[in-house]
């Protein structure tokens, strides 16, 4: 089969959408930054133990991409997953019981905050080593290629992760097959800690993609809108069986690589900076009160409406008992 040649095209042009649409995003991203707010809180209490990687700053990425997916889509990530699980509409309760290792938590306490899994939201984790969750998405993609329905697999993983070996023998074995896989690179700049101006001779990572003749662009990974749009285009060519396709968004977490990480290689400054002119959930809030679509006070409204909901989901996790001794024996096997 003829290698297709990459494009460079750049990315979709932004959609429009509706009040309403834009609305629901705005919540949803809203969930995610309080969600892992609380999660910090409660890390810092010791109620939360091990590594939490928080996604504070990103939140426009994955609900951009969930506006584009449908019903039977897949998702895998790697640790920095609960923006994920809230966006594909997982329960916060069982998100944070698990986080803090409760019997209420999605794994049952066993999994924790790298090892959450959701067979009803087709949401396949959170995994703990870097990079390895990229060939699990392509044989997800070949899941689908094999039962012959449309649907997409979103493969997320980080820039630090995309200099990992696997993701090229994925990349091979998903262009050879003509995998449905959606490659989502979500290059915050910074890996764990080492800049990509550092790390990487070529810091477009998506433009790697034409040595096996896969298509993609870069994407403004701080606009809600634009990712969408880039998502949409990106599923039209999976579902038409022309895939895989690779998006690399540009996006920045505004917290350290997990909560035990200072973030001393970077400056105070560059941080607020990026807060104060590119914040994602800002630009939307901004849309809705210059759009008239919403106001101050429903504003407030919802944010109050979504505190309750991550207070709830604090409460509910510290309720949760731990889980009992012979629990370690079940879900050994699928």
Known sequence: MAARKATSKPAAAKPNVSAEELTAYYKDMLLIRRFEEKA??????????GFCHLYIGQEAVVVGLEAAAKEGDKRITSYR??????????????????????????SKGKGGSMHMFSKEKHFYGGHGIVAAQVPLGAGLAFADKYKGNDNVTFTYFGDGAA??????????????????????????????????????????????????????????????????????????????????YILEIKTYRYRGHSMSDPAKYRTREEVQKMRDERDPIEAVRSMLLTGKHATEDDLKAIDKEIKEVVNASAEFAKESPEPALDELWTDIYA
Not at 40 to 49: R, T, V
Not at 186 to 208: I, L
């Open 40 to 49: 910090g809180q409660l890390y810092g209490m010791g109620l939360i133990g």
């Open 81 to 106: 997953d609960h923006g994920h699980m809230l966006a594909c509409g997982m329960d916060p309760n069982g998100v944070m019981a698990e986080l803090t290792g409760r019997e209420g938590g999605y």
């Open 163 to 244: 200099n990992q070996g696997q993701v090229y023998e994925a990349y091979n074995m998903a262009e050879l097959w003509n995998l449905p896989c959606v490659f989502v690179i979500e290059n915050n700049q910074y890996a764990m800690g080492t800049s990509t101006k550092r790390s990487t001779h070529s810091p477009s990572y998506w433009e790697r993609g034409a040595a096996y003749g896969i298509k993609g662009e870069e994407v403004d990974g701080m606009d809600v809108l634009a990712v969408k749009a880039a998502g949409e285009k990106a599923v039209e060519v999976c579902r038409a069986g022309k895939g895989p």
